[in-house]
């Protein structure tokens, strides 16, 4: 399986934007880039999925490298609701499971 | 609409003993997976199911682990002659389709072996 590489931990203060990076330089034509996360005592909760452009929607952002080795999970205004476990995950199209590597842990500074 | 549910959410038993962790899945939804967790670890695949079989048992980690769908719809996971490595919250999720972008997980249940 193509893995990610994410830092272990980040820090951000509350009600400004927040870069959650990942590589996956060894992501193939196939692969979906697909982020989930979660909330403490909460399953996870998908957040967003590209394959090559950039995606937006009402969670966030999704900004993807133009050789696909990299994106950053764009969070456009954190909250202390942000507060949670970020996973960066490569999922072939047609992929069954998902596998989850072990995330970014975001602190929201009020 | 109600999301997957679990139950019990928490299970404390004694090592040797064996123990039934269910899951009900969004109604409707074919794929269903499990998947645990230890603690401070990410999430580990142990099963899925597409409708009542299940093509992908990879994940599970010995022959103690066992899991069932029936209908189409609710899953037993199944833990015989538990021992303390197997305490972790153990998470179940469904998807519309087995390649639906989406999965959507419950809250857990977690298992504590004494």
């Known amino acids: 399986d193509a893995k990610t590489t994410q830092p272990n931990s980040m820090e951000s203060n509350e009600e400004e934007p927040v870069h959650l990076p990942c590589n996956h330089s060894?992501?193939?034509?196939?692969?979906?880039i697909h982020w989930y996360r979660q909330l403490p005592s909460q399953g996870p909760e998908y957040v967003i999925h590209?394959?090559?452009s950039n995606v937006n929607n009402r969670m966030a952002s999704l900004a993807i490298a133009e050789d696909r080795k990299s994106s950053t999970l764009i969070l456009h205004r954190a909250t202390l609701r942000d507060a949670a476990v970020y996973y960066c995950i490569l999922r072939a199209y047609r992929d069954d499971k998902i596998i989850f590597g072990k995330g970014t842990r975001l602190h929201i500074l009020p | 609409g109600a999301g997957v549910s679990q139950s019990p959410s928490n299970k404390v038993t004694e090592k040797g003993k064996d123990v039934e962790l269910r899951c009900d899945p969004i109604s409707g939804h074919t794929a269903l997976y499990w998947y645990r967790q230890s603690l401070g670890q990410g999430l580990e695949f142990l099963i899925y199911f597409q409708g009542n079989s299940a093509p992908d048992k990879s994940g599970l980690p010995s022959d103690r682990f066992s899991a069932e769908r029936t209908g189409g719809s609710v899953s037993t996971l199944t833990i015989q002659r538990t021992q303390q490595e197997d305490s972790a919250v153990y998470l179940c999720?469904?998807?519309?389709?087995?390649?639906?972008?989406?999965?959507?997980f419950g809250p857990g249940t977690r298992l504590t072996v004494t």
């Open positions: 590209g394959l090559t």
């Open positions: 999720a469904s998807s519309l389709r087995r390649d639906s972008y989406e999965q959507y």
């Open positions: 060894t992501i193939s034509g196939t692969d979906y």
